[in-house]
């Protein structure tokens, strides 16, 4: 079988950096993938604002297992297995709920929102207490479980290291959003899960890739700039588009970091920041954080790429989108708008029309996006000539940090220049080399 | 006033067609100036988001919106939209409900299969909730709301193919 490390050419002395295209085929290495990456990396599960309450609870996956986070009546938030003790039951009956008690539909246990079971039906006649002592009738937590500004993490090896290890030096990346919010962020209302039929690994790179953007986009930028031309009252002050910056009609500031542990940065100067929705914020932000600071929050789009399946957008709107694989060629996709709690009407409402533009199955971009990466898919079959040459942008990437990454005080791996650059897909594929390398 | 049932399906069935057949300014044409054309998201298991405003939709348009689409589809540039898909609309349990807001409330089931030769077949369904109203040009639309009863969808949701 081939490994990880010969489906990637890293040889960073030569300027070379390739990776084959299997990688996005084989299902001997979408296994691995599941064991090695979906098994032991911290993995989103949801936002703390889905389950504001005791009892409030999401079920989710990580990897193939079902789990399910839920707030206790002590307010800590917890996350378990979804599987009744007793024979194996999920517990949950949908994606989301309230439950102070969460019954088992099959034979009727109970469990409270901290895990303890509280009930074994019938148990005192049929069971000797040490049948019971044994067989642990507790639901079981996760191996680890950590939120980071309420985005919330779990983790399936005992041994991974931290959460803010993990994320690492994306986190300031993620503070640049949670921190427009002084009353906290919230999920919006509105829930999207679609299918990809394509390798989960391309949603990780198109996430990152500014390159696409003023091809597979171009058409959204007509469009919205073709809407405008029709209601321009309707497409002014915070509705007004950014069309032209995606048609990279003007010359923007923009570029690519490699933050470390596989995760990415791309950036760029938005076309008109005073159309963003947390513009209004600026003057309470400028007292608050350093004028860098602020400037990268409401004048420069960002897309935070966590490894290996989550995607942070803050561009016009923004965005949560995390990508599961079912197999080798089919992805489960879903997407969330976030925003900062208590935002004034006009700015709510702007940030959902501009969130409805582009970032569901049902918009002017995203179906753009999927077929892009259905037909890399398909492409991907034709292994005799099989390697994508990750070269664009390579010339140009610096160790260490840019002129913009200064501004904001951080340091990544490395720099780039422009979004329109490949390199930042380098620390994706090393960390990928790295958890498949035993 | 409040319509007969016929008059109702005639508009709906009309709306099909001109779908089916890619007859886009004929589609909007049924269209009032003011129109909005609503299609919302899921909220949890049942339900569904209810403030356009508040909560994401997975559209939510006026009619330039919807205009735009049909820009969208004849600019060949869109990567998900060329080539398009067939599509054969089932419109059927028509009720007219009465008057409402100077509104004719009826509403219809759906059911919508898509054929594309990338990606062969598929069906999806739900409820509509159309408000009609007269105008100088006869019947037309003046709101549609499209519940989408589909989860974890395949291929592209727009205008066509709902
Ligand atoms: S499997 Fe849950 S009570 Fe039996
Ligand atoms: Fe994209």
């Known amino acids: 079988m081939t490994s990880a490390q010969e489906l990637v050419d890293d040889r960073e002395g030569e300027n070379i950096f390739r990776v084959h295209r299997s990688a996005f085929t084989d299902p001997a290495i979408f296994d691995q993938e599941m064991a090695e990456i979906f098994g032991r990396t911290w993995l989103y599960l949801c936002h703390e604002s889905q389950i504001a309450k005791h009892g409030d609870y999401v079920a989710t996956q990580i990897g193939t297992q079902p789990v399910f986070v839920i707030r206790g009546s002590d307010d800590d938030i917890r996350c378990f297995y979804d599987v009744c003790s007793h024979r194996g039951s999920r517990l949950t009956g949908r994606t989301s709920g309230s439950a102070k008690t969460l019954t088992c539909r ?53 041994d991974a290291p931290p959460l803010d290890e993990f994320l690492g030096g994306a986190m300031p990346f993620i503070d640049l959003m ?17 299918m990809m039929e394509a390798n989960w690994k391309l949603q990780t ?24 031309t029709l209601a321009p009252e309707g497409d002014s002050g915070m509705a007004k588009t950014e069309a032209s910056r995606i048609l990279s009609l003007e010359k923007i500031n923009s570029g690519g970091y490699d933050v470390g ?53 803050d561009v016009a709107s923004s965005c949560i989108r995390v990508w599961r694989p079912i197999s080798a060629e089919l992805t489960e996709i879903e997407t969330w708008c976030i925003a900062p709690k208590n935002e004034a009407p006009e700015a709510r409402r702007a940030r959902i029309r501009k969130y409805e533009d582009f970032f569901f199955p049902a918009s002017l971009a995203v179906p753009d996006d999927v077929r892009a990466m259905e037909g890399a898919q398909i492409g991907s079959e034709a292994l005799e000539d099989g390697w994508n040459d990750l070269a664009l942008g390579h010339k140009t990437l610096v160790d260490g940090a840019d002129d913009a990454a200064k501004e904001l005080g951080v340091t990544p791996l490395n720099s780039n220049p422009g979004r329109e650059v490949e390199t930042p897909f380098f620390a994706f594929w090393r960390e990928w080399v790295a958890r498949l390398t035993p | 006033m409040t319509y007969e049932r016929s008059a109702a399906e005639d508009l709906l069935y009309r709306e099909a067609w001109c779908l089916d057949n890619k007859c886009w300014e004929d589609w909007l044409a049924l269209y009032t100036e003011d129109a909005v054309y609503w299609a919302p998201a899921m909220d949890g298991d049942e339900g569904w988001t209810d403030d356009p405003d508040k909560d994401v939709s997975l559209m939510y348009m006026d009619k330039a919106g919807l205009e735009a689409r049909i820009f969208r589809i004849e600019g060949h540039d869109s990567y998900a939209t060329d080539p398009l898909p067939h599509t054969a609309h089932l419109v059927t349990n028509v009720l007219v409900h009465g008057e409402q807001d100077g509104l004719t409330r009826v509403t219809a089931t759906w059911m919508v299969r898509t054929y594309a030769r990338v990606r062969g ?31 974890r969808i395949v291929g592209p949701i727009d205008v066509y193919n709902v």
């Open chain 1, 106 to 158: 099959y034979h009727g246990w109970c469990f409270n929102a901290e895990g303890a079971c509280t009930l074994v039906r019938g148990g005192d006649e049929a069971y000797r207490p040490e049948d019971l002592d044994r067989m642990d009738t507790n639901l079981r937590p996760i191996e680890k479980f950590g939120s980071y500004k309420g985005f919330l993490f779990g983790c399936l090896d005992a």
């Open chain 1, 261 to 313: 542990n596989g995760h990415m940065i791309n950036w760029a100067d938005r076309g008109n920041p005073e159309a963003g929705p947390s513009w209004p914020q600026r003057e309470a932000l400028l007292q608050r954080y350093p004028a860098g600071k602020v400037k990268w929050m409401l004048e420069r789009g960002r897309t935070v790429t966590v490894f290996p399946n989550l995607l942070l957008n």
């Open chain 2, 121 to 151: 077949g598929s069906v999806r369904g739900g409820l509509y909730e159309y408000g009609l109203r007269e105008t100088a040009d006869g019947l037309r639309i003046a709101t549609k709301k499209i519940f989408i009863h589909d989860d």
């Open chain 1, 178 to 194: 949670t921190d427009q919010a002084p009353d906290g962020m919230e999920i919006l209302r509105g829930e999207s899960r679609y």
């Open chain 1, 205 to 228: 790179e198109n996430s990152t890739d500014g390159y696409h953007v003023a091809t597979v986009h171009r058409n959204f930028a007509t469009t919205v700039g073709y809407r405008e």
